[in-house]
């Protein structure tokens, strides 16, 4: 799969989360932090759902859920995020071609980066 077609899978997934957030201005910087933590919780999706699948039964899996969820958020807070932040962006992107348009045109440049 095209590494294009992986973020968009991916993005779609992010833009599923809701936020009762109203839309603030979105800088470039925060953009970046939260392509940044996008590309994170991509792979970290990658790496989990085949470990929740294989889960031998429904609390194996939710306790590898949670790790994942954990790890997810780190990595957001990692960006420079916080929760919210990352879930009002998300929820912007959705409401606004141009916003999206941006992160995508983001998360190419660094996928084509050496």
């Not at 932090?33 to 919780?41: G, P």
């Not at 970290?44 to 699948?53: D, N, R, T, V």
């Not at 994942?68 to 420079?80: F, N, P, T």
Request: glycine fraction near 2%; proline fraction near 4%.
């Amino acid at each position: 799969m095209k590494p294009t077609a992986i973020y968009s899978a991916a993005l779609a997934l992010a833009l599923a989360v809701s936020s009762a957030f109203a839309d603030t201005a979105v800088t470039d910087a925060q953009l970046q932090k939260f392509a940044d933590a996008y590309r994170s919780i991509v792979t970290l999706s990658q790496e989990y759902a085949p470990k929740i699948k294989a889960a031998a039964d429904a609390a194996a899996a939710e306790a590898i859920n949670v790790e994942a969820q954990a790890k997810m958020l780190s990595a957001v807070e990692g960006a420079g995020l916080s929760k919210d932040e990352y879930q009002n962006i998300a929820t912007q992107l959705r409401n606004d071609p141009a916003l999206l348009q941006k992160v995508n045109d983001i998360l190419q440049r660094t996928a084509a980066a050496p």
